[in-house]
């Protein structure tokens, strides 16, 4: 997930994955990193069916350099539209 302007990035792991998104825009959590940063844009996405792959995966992701972050968005989402209409939809 990013902010409207694409320089704060978030990562994270739900079993809900729209429900997630629409607290974030929503700032349900008004004291959690991503609305202290407005972070609302969901910009990437990947879905697993193993919790340990899940785990695994977010791990790596986590600790990209944030290069390769940005790399990963792009190559999947060059104009950074915000996926979230997509999956609700």
């Known amino acids: ?3 409207k302007w ?3 990035f978030y990562n994270g792991v739900t079993d809900n994955l729209i429900k997630r998104i629409w607290e974030h825009k929503n700032k349900v959590h008004p004291k959690s990193f991503t609305a202290k940063y407005n972070v ?3 910009v990437y996405y990947e879905i697993y069916s193993d919790p340990l792959n899940v785990i695994k995966r977010e791990k790596q992701i986590k600790n990209l350099v ?3 972050k940005i790399e ?3 190559l999947n989402n060059p104009e950074y539209r915000d996926l979230y209409d ?3 939809g």
Do not use: A, D, Q, S
């Open 66 to 68: 944030r290069r390769k």
């Open 72 to 74: 990963l968005i792009i």
């Open 6 to 8: 694409n320089t704060v």
């Open 86 to 88: 997509e999956l609700v």
């Open 40 to 42: 609302y844009k969901l």
């Open 1 to 3: 997930m990013t902010n």
